[in-house]
Each structure stands twice: as C-alpha cells, then as structure tokens.
C-alpha cells in the first residue's frame, strides 16, 4: 500500500509562481513513472507533466517553459516548479504514481488527494 501526500497549493496572483510537492510513503517494491495532473471545475482531468524513474519528462503543451517536474527518487517525491502562473492554471493538481508493490507484482497506479491552485488577481 502506498500512501501519496500532496502540498504546495494556494493562492497567488498572475504571474506569480507556487511550487508543488508530492510524497510517497509505505510499503513498495519500486517507484516508477510519477506525475501532476490537474482539473478545472467543469472540465475533465488532464496532463501536466511526468517524469520516468531515469529521469525522462513530457510536459502538456499549455505549461511547457513555465512549469518544471522533477524527483527526488531518495525521497520517493515529485515537485511542480509553477512559474508565470495564469487564471488558466487555476485547477485541482493531482499526484499520480506507478509503482510495484513486489518485484514482479502488476505495476499499480494510485493518486493524491490533490491540492488546489487559484491564479487571480
């Protein structure tokens, strides 16, 4: 069982930046793909960004070069580096992760509890 803790959301006006923390803890084999995703009221849940456990990260079109994923696998946490933030941005964001809770268990994908982020003036 993994248990994924999210924090880092809030209020900020446009422009401005927040930074977004996701910690897993329990008992697991091996972290693999994490990621943020994010809903806005009325609208489906969508991509944000992942990373790979070597590292490897794809951004939704509508944050690349303002927002920056990244991992401390010592730590099992994901970061959101949120920067020049718009009304746009103002969603639910979400935690998601891979893992494997055995070595050759079928990988399990579990999320967060998510945090909210409100851009506005």
């Known amino acids: 069982q993994v248990q994924v803790v999210e924090s880092g959301g809030g209020l900020v006006q446009p422009g401005g930046s927040l930074r977004l923390s996701c910690a897993a803890s329990g008992n697991f084999f091996r972290i693999y793909t994490m990621g943020w995703y994010r809903q806005a009221p009325g609208k489906q849940r969508e991509l944000v960004a992942t990373i790979t456990n070597s590292d490897s990260t794809n951004y939704a079109g509508s944050v690349k070069g303002r927002f920056t994923i990244s991992r401390d696998s010592a730590k099992n946490t994901v970061y959101l580096q949120m920067n020049n933030l718009q009304p746009e941005d103002t969603a639910d964001y979400y935690c998601?992760?891979?893992?494997?809770?055995?070595?050759?268990?079928?990988?399990?994908?579990?999320w967060g509890q998510g945090t909210q982020v409100t851009v506005s003036s």
């Open positions: 998601n992760l891979d893992y494997k809770r055995w070595p050759f268990s079928t990988p399990t994908t579990t």
